[in-house]
């Protein structure tokens, strides 16, 4: 049986993060399957950030976050915030840095700081113009970032059936170890260790003691291909908002003359089908020469 300090669960992010890797049983094949599935992820951010700000900015309660100002915005704010505000564009650079930074070597340990210093940051800890933020539109957003990640990882037609479910295994559990170091700053379990916590460091977003670890213009830069190729994810006209990747698998697809796809029988051109998974639509693909 192995012994765990608990004390140092509450003062020791490396204590808890190597807890937690050990539960998860986090090791080198999820490392491995995580070095895979970034260049995969990297090409649906674009379409993930869209997605996630439409459903933050469907209902009241969690598009108010969006009226405070954030410490290094000094742009105007609109009361009412929609897709086109400027926060909301702005905000839309730092999820599409998080993204990447979430496809970035967690075998360092700076990923893991990173992840725990945005869970501080959204308790209002370390900003400037502090920005608290319930739990339950934490957790929630994060089951749906990894509800729409894990689908389209599960529809991708060029990825084995053994890389998915190490894929999907390995993001399960940075997302569940994300989870939890949000959950870290929420809770009041180890409150009595709070006296030996470290002093709290006001930095901006996207810093982490003092070196940028996390760039959104240059998120920006780097998926500006991808996303011209997602300007349909912008849409609500209920279009495949991973159209783009799809494209992206029909060109590989014309490469490889071994590569196939379910047809529809019913289709009299045979057309190829994206499986339909869990309700985001899924467009035929008409046949080509292969």
């Known amino acids: 049986m192995q012994n765990i300090d608990r004390k140092s669960l509450y003062t020791s992010l490396e204590s808890r993060v190597e807890y937690l890797h050990s539960f998860l049983d986090f090791g080198a094949d999820d490392v491995q399957a995580l070095a895979l599935a970034s260049k995969y992820i990297k090409t649906l951010i674009p379409a993930v950030v869209n997605l996630v700000y439409k459903k933050l900015l469907k209902y009241d309660i969690t598009a108010r976050a969006f009226t405070t100002r954030s410490t290094s915005y000094s742009g105007p704010v609109d009361s ?15 999820l599409r840095g998080y993204l990447q930074k979430l496809c970035s070597d ?35 957003c994060l089951g749906y970032i990894q509800d729409v990640i894990f689908e389209a990882i599960l ?3 060029r990825l084995r059936m053994d890389q998915k479910m190490a894929i999907i295994k390995a993001l399960g559990k940075v997302m569940w170890i994300q989870n939890d170091l949000f959950a870290k700053w929420y809770v009041r379990d180890g409150a009595e260790f709070e006296g030996s916590l470290d002093e709290i460091q006001i930095e901006a977003e996207g810093v982490l003691r003092g070196k940028k670890v996390v760039d959104p213009e240059k998120a920006s830069d ?17 279009g495949c908002p991973f159209s783009a990747m799809m494209r992206d698998m029909e060109e590989l697809a ?37």
Not at 80 to 94: A, G, L, T, V
């Open 80 to 94: 009412i915030p929609d897709e086109n505000s400027p926060q909301i564009k702005y905000r839309k650079m730092f």
């Open 106 to 140: 967690p075998s360092k340990f700076e990923f893991w700081e990173y992840l725990d210093k945005v869970g501080m940051m959204h308790v209002g800890m370390g900003r400037k113009h502090p920005l608290h933020v319930e739990y339950i539109h934490i957790g929630v």
């Open 155 to 157: 529809s991708h037609p």
């Open 222 to 238: 780097e998926d500006e291909e991808v996303k011209e190729r997602s300007k349909d994810t912008s849409s609500l006209s209920g």
């Open 254 to 290: 014309l490469k490889d003359p071994g590569f196939t796809t379910p047809k529809d029988q019913n289709s009299p051109t045979g057309a190829r089908i994206i499986p339909h998974v869990s309700g985001i639509p899924r467009l035929p693909v008409e046949k080509v020469g292969i």
